[in-house]
C-alpha cells in the first residue's frame, strides 16, 4: 500500500460510477415545496450561472471554462433535457440534467441543490423527479457518477435512490480556484494548497 503524489497546484478525487439496470417500482412522489421547470434552449449566461450557483461548493467547474461553440452543443441537443427547480418565490435552486443521447441509456449528468436546500427532504424529490423523466420507454439502464469531492452523502444517497457501484476511477485536475475559475474562499471543506505560498 501507498501514496499516490498529487501535482502541485492540483486536486485528485475517486470518482465511483453507480448504474440502475432496471425500471424503479411507482411509488408516491416525495413531498417538496418546489416545482421543476424545463429549460427549453437556456441561454449559456443562465446555464453557467445555476451551474456555479449548485457546483460552486463542490468545485463543479468544467462548463464553466467549456467553450461556448462545445458547451451550446450539448446543452442545445435534442437528447439532453435540463429542468430547474424553483421555489415558492420563483428562484432556482436545483437542477438536473438528463443525457438520452445514446441508445437505451440516460445518464444523469448533473443533480444538485444549493447547500441550503439540502437535507430538508427535496433531493429525493428531485431524484423522484429524474428517475421518473430518465425511464423513458426506450431506456435499459440509467447510470450517475459522484466522487470525493461532492457532498459527504452524496455517494449514499445514489444507492439508496436505487443506483449500484460499478466501477471506481481516479481523477486528478488543476485547482479552480487557484487560476481564478473560481473564488479562492469556494469549498472551504476542501484545503486550497497554493504551491506559491510555499516557496
Not at 116 to 124: A, F, L, Q
Not at 178 to 188: D, K, N, Q, R
Request: proline share 9%; with cysteine.
Amino acid at each position: 500500500m501507498g501514496l499516490t503524489p498529487v501535482p502541485d497546484g492540483h486536486l485528485a478525487t475517486i470518482v465511483t460510477t453507480l448504474e440502475m439496470l432496471q425500471r424503479p417500482r411507482p411509488a408516491p412522489m416525495p413531498p417538496s415545496e418546489l416545482r421543476l421547470v424545463r429549460w427549453e434552449q437556456p441561454t449559456l449566461a443562465r446555464y453557467r450561472a445555476l451551474f456555479a450557483r449548485i457546483g460552486a461548493p463542490w468545485l463543479w467547474y468544467s462548463r464553466l471554462v467549456m467553450a461556448d461553440d462545445l458547451l451550446a452543443a450539448i446543452i442545445h441537443d435534442p437528447g439532453i433535457s435540463i429542468y430547474a427547480a424553483v421555489d415558492r418565490a420563483g428562484i432556482e435552486v436545483g437542477f438536473l440534467e438528463l443525457d438520452h443521447r445514446h441508445a437505451n441509456t440516460c445518464e444523469l449528468s448533473y443533480f444538485g441543490l444549493i447547500p441550503e436546500r439540502i437535507g430538508r427532504g427535496d433531493g429525493r424529490w428531485l431524484m423522484a423527479n429524474a428517475l421518473m423523466l430518465g425511464w423513458t420507454r426506450e431506456v435499459k439502464r440509467m447510470w450517475v457518477h459522484s466522487c470525493t469531492l461532492d457532498h459527504h452523502r452524496a455517494l449514499d444517497f445514489y444507492r439508496r435512490s436505487g443506483f449500484v457501484a460499478f466501477r471506481r476511477t481516479m481523477e486528478t485536475f488543476p485547482d479552480p480556484r487557484l487560476s481564478g475559475i473560481l473564488p479562492p474562499e469556494t469549498a472551504p471543506q476542501i484545503p486550497l494548497l497554493d504551491p506559491a505560498r510555499r516557496r
